[in-house]
């Protein structure tokens, strides 16, 4: 079954994390041979299109992730019909740093693709996440616990994601009296 998505938002790191997900799975499955990336401001229409078009080569599937397609106009212009085009045996991803929801473009990914935009996580959000990750690499904290990193570290998911591998690392139990060190 073929897929075309599309990933946006200003959390770049729920965003990477995703395509890395998407990206090791496919490799898992399919080797590394059928995985091809484009960078949308460097190639020009042609290629893009034969990336997109061309049918696998020494694999069964292909994956084409193109990040920011849209900086190239004739694509973003023709992005409706390139999408047709796309052969059953190519999982596409089209990455978008940002996206202009005034734009036809914007309409034709949402309603065409399996859009899926990351947005910023807010405190609470954030601390929901730290416990869901401890619980995933084997550890315990706290809701309390993990609003007061967030508070202490900040909003980033990527600098609490770093500072939780480090609490980790240290122990699989995190209470606040660790925190506090």
């Not at 416990?131 to 904290?141: D, E, F, I, M």
């Not at 967030?150 to 591998?165: A, D, I, M, P």
Request: hydrophobic letters at 40%; glycine letters at 6%; one cysteine or more.
């Amino acid at each position: 079954m073929m897929m075309i998505a599309t990933f946006t938002g200003s959390n770049h790191f729920a965003l990477k994390s995703e395509l890395d997900s998407r990206m090791q799975a496919f490799v898992a499955a399919e080797g590394e041979l059928g995985l091809e990336r484009i960078d949308g401001e460097e190639a020009d229409l042609q290629r893009i299109t034969e990336a997109m078009q061309s049918l696998p080569f020494l694999a069964s599937k292909k994956m084409v992730v193109l990040k920011n397609p849209s900086a190239n106009k004739q694509f973003a212009e023709k992005v409706d019909m390139l999408l047709g085009t796309v052969p059953d045996t190519t999982d596409l991803i089209i990455i978008e740093s940002k996206l202009d929801k005034r734009l036809s473009y914007y309409k034709t990914l949402k309603s065409k693709t399996a859009f899926r935009e990351f947005g910023e996580l807010d405190a609470r959000e954030l601390s929901n996440w730290l416990v869901q990750q401890t619980k995933l690499q084997g550890g315990s904290l706290q809701s309390a616990d993990a609003l007061y990193l967030v508070e202490r570290v900040g909003t980033s998911q990527e600098l609490l994601f770093h500072e939780l591998e480090k609490l980790l690392s240290y122990s699989p139990n995190i209470t606040g009296k660790r925190l506090i060190c």
